[in-house]
């Protein structure tokens, strides 16, 4: 098969580096990629919003499959553009259409599709600028900490959780009024706080039947002890040591069963992943988001964790025969790393020269925001490295992760050093 992966992250990298594992796998693009995509694969310098470059490098190439990785090409119809050419439409693409995407395009929507189809959620109300003392009376009605979020996609930081209700009103006013997220703020969901823990099941399906993949938690605050701003992911740990099979059952049937149900009664077109964002409340499983793509960085301790071939899967979702394929996990954990830029996830600086890359021993390096620069490996971004390696037991995993993360270095660079800290 000869296949496109879509983006330029750790995520990309993550898929580039499993597909090239494929027997099935006669040639592999990349666009845009990064240095470690390029690895794996070619990669092609296209934007992965535009649809009509990226169609002509499918026609020219031969492509068979179309992997997407972000959310945004997803959210803006990606799939739909494939389905409305005659000379696309045999090309397989894993990710939804565009109306099964609105599940992470719009918190409204992921919502109300959960009330209508009884999948255990926090109670919410939605905010629009002309509803703002409405939404001022909402909070009142709650308990801090407050949870709100911007409707649209805000690169994964559209969410704040301010802890005392004056704090919580300014913070609706900057969003509706201010648009401190942009469009993606023009309504906004108060949801209560739900204390408890958090972890993600990512699902794959072929719009009929799905398989459960390994779970996994990620660390979103960038300081040690979850303090500080909320960023695209520092670090995650697979398997999530306190989840037991009768929690998983709990997961399964009032959870993901309901979820592909709903998929398919509200008639969404839903040929790929869907990342469920849980929060564990006394060993009760509620959805706090869906994502419609794999998660980043879970990605990079999930995929290590299939040992079965992963195009083989994604062939499978593309002609509806998922059924019949079997998921085989390795037993092992995996934890990664995130290496971030100085400053991030507020402003920071590109192009440090990085070093201690080459030695890879005992662990698998996933590229997330780099670049080359007269042949020298920089930073190219908030999220520059993944660190990912395997362990008899979550501990040990991490001692590597940590130990290799240590030895990369470049300017600025931080990373946090308590990973997992929650689970030991």
């Not at 750790?10 to 990349?30: N, V």
């Not at 395997?390 to 940590?402: D, I, Q, R, V, W």
């Amino acid at each position: 098969m000869r296949v496109l992966v879509l983006g330029s992250g750790g995520r990309e990298h993550a898929f580039a580096w499993k597909i090239a594992q494929s027997q099935q796998l006669e040639k592999l693009f990349i666009a845009p990629g990064n240095p470690g995509t390029a690895q794996c694969g070619t990669n092609v310098a296209i934007s992965v919003n535009d649809f009509e470059k990226i169609a002509e490098l499918v026609l020219r190439e031969k492509i068979d499959l179309v992997v997407v990785g972000p959310e945004d090409p997803l959210v803006n119809g990606i799939a739909d553009y494939f389905e409305s050419k005659d000379e696309l439409k045999a090309v397989g693409v894993i990710g939804p259409h565009q109306n099964g995407a609105q599940l992470e395009g719009s918190k409204d929507f992921a919502k109300e599709f959960l009330i209508n189809h009884h999948i255990p959620t926090a109670r919410y109300q939605s905010f629009s600028a002309k509803d703002l003392e409405a939404g001022y009376a909402f909070l009142e009605t709650l308990s801090p900490p407050f949870v709100l979020k911007a409707d649209g996609l805000a690169a994964g930081k559209g969410v704040v959780i301010p802890d005392n209700l004056v704090d919580a009103k300014r913070e609706l006013k900057e969003m509706l009024e201010d648009q401190k997220f942009g469009e993606a703020s023009a309504k906004v969901v108060i949801e209560e706080f739900l204390k408890g823990i958090e972890m993600s099941v990512f699902v794959m399906t072929d719009g009929n039947s799905y398989k459960i993949l390994p779970e996994a938690k990620d660390y979103k605050r960038i300081g040690e002890g979850d303090m500080g701003l909320n960023t695209g992911g520092m670090g995650a740990v697979s398997p999530v040591p306190f989840i037991d099979e009768e929690l998983m059952q709990k997961i399964e049937a009032r959870i993901v069963k309901p979820s592909i149900e709903g998929i398919k009664k509200d008639g969404l077109k839903y040929k790929g992943f869907l990342f469920i964002g849980l929060m564990i409340v006394d060993g009760e499983p509620f959805v706090i988001e869906y994502n419609v793509r794999m998660g980043d960085p879970e990605t990079e301790v999930v995929l290590p964790r299939i040992q079965s071939d992963l195009l083989s899967h994604f062939s499978a979702i593309a002609k509806g025969t998922l059924e019949k394929e079997t998921i085989e996990i390795d037993e092992r954990s995996a934890t990664t790393v995130m290496l971030v830029s100085g400053g991030y996830p507020e402003a920071y600086e590109k192009g440090k020269v990085m070093t201690g890359v080459e030695n890879t021993t005992n662990c698998i390096l996933f590229h997330a925001g780099t670049a080359l620069k007269e042949n020298e490996l920089v930073t190219n971004g908030g999220r520059v490295m993944a660190v990912t390696a395997y362990g008899n037991n979550m501990k040990e995993a991490l001692a590597l992760s940590f130990d290799k993360a240590q030895r990369i270095l470049f300017e600025g660079k931080n990373y946090r050093k308590d990973i997992g800290f929650d689970l030991m």
